[in-house]
């Protein structure tokens, strides 16, 4: 028998923490008939908040434009509070960056398709997330920033 105590990860709440919807051009912007280009752009962040509890936040921005002209503009905030215990701390972070947010995304995924649809346009479905490979590369820019840090700058010969 080990007397090493066993790893714990719970699910301890899940909530919107942020929510804000922008529709500036209405109500002319629902006689639009173009296909709007829609960017969407995400972003994690872990937080100890208690011994062994972690705050999880998952953002994303949407924005759906028809030439210049934004038709929405939503923000979600989806967060949940995690008990993690007993997690060698070289292991805290991918539960963090990867398990938590692909909790965390169906969530968020509902939210953003409600809002979307309340606000009266066409629902936007988002795609799965591979959390796996957005940490890998989020870490892989750590390292290449460090990198770049360490190094003396570079000069260019200059011709005159």
């Not at 002319?28 to 709007?36: S, V």
């Not at 972690?54 to 008990?83: D, H």
């Not at 965390?104 to 796996?132: K, Q």
């Not at 820019?141 to 460090?146: K, M, S």
């Amino acid at each position: 028998m080990s007397d090493q105590p066993q790893p714990v990860f719970n699910i301890e709440k899940i909530y919107v923490k942020d929510l804000s919807l922008e529709i500036p051009h209405a109500p002319k912007i629902f006689l639009e008939r173009d296909t709007p280009e829609v960017n969407i752009q995400l972003h994690s962040k872990g937080d100890r908040i208690d011994e062994g509890m972690y705050e999880v936040l998952l953002t994303i921005t949407v924005t759906a434009k028809i030439k210049e002209r934004t038709m929405f503009l939503i923000e979600v905030g989806q967060a949940g509070v995690f008990q993690i215990r007993h997690i060698p701390g070289t292991e805290l972070d991918p539960v963090l960056g990867i398990a938590c947010p692909t909790i965390l995304f169906p969530y968020l995924r509902e939210s953003v398709s409600d809002i979307v649809t309340r606000a009266g346009f066409p629902p936007v479905i988002l795609n799965p997330v591979n959390f796996e490979a957005l940490y890998q590369q989020g870490k892989q820019a750590e390292t290449n920033a460090g990198e770049v840090a360490e190094k003396p700058a570079e000069t260019q010969p200059t011709t005159h």
